[in-house]
Nanobody, 121 residues
Framework: VQLQASGGGLVQAGGSLRLSCAASGRTFSNYALGWFRRAPGREREFVAAISRSGGDTIYANSVKGRFTISRDNAKNTVYLQMNSLKPEDTAVYYC???????????????WGQGTQVTVSS
């Protein structure tokens, strides 16, 4: 499956952004989907994941309560709504697809290109 992320940009602390990731090539609903990020000088970290049906979600503690992952299987798109953004959220954000929500945080089969999110203080 091919993944194309978009929606990044520059925002002030406390602001919001919504990232989108459009998928093509294989049956979208067969995959759990997730978002990861990599900040400068740091390793890539898991942010959020959503199950194939959209009924289950998991989040990293650092974003819980501020970020919301969702998906629209009819549009083959997964979203990440980011609210109350902090400077430490600055990173390149990547979408990913995997076999199951329980596996995806540690093993993803497909990756999209990143989209830069910069949060100014």
């Amino acid at each position: 499956v091919q993944l194309q992320a978009s929606g990044g940009g520059l925002v002030q602390a406390g602001g919001s952004l919504r990232l989108s990731c459009a998928a093509s090539g294989r049956t979208f609903s067969n995959y759990a989907l997730g978002w990861f990020r990599r900040a400068p000088g740091r390793e890539r970290e898991f942010v959020a994941a959503i199950s194939r049906s959209g009924g289950d979600t998991i989040y990293a503690n650092s974003v819980k309560g501020r970020f919301t992952i969702s998906r629209d299987n009819a549009k083959n798109t997964v979203y990440l709504q980011m609210n109350s953004l902090k400077p430490e959220d600055t990173a390149v954000y990547y979408c990913a697809a995997g076999s199951a929500i329980t596996v995806l945080p540690t093993r993803s089969d497909y990756w999209g290109q990143g989209t830069q999110v910069t949060v100014s203080s």
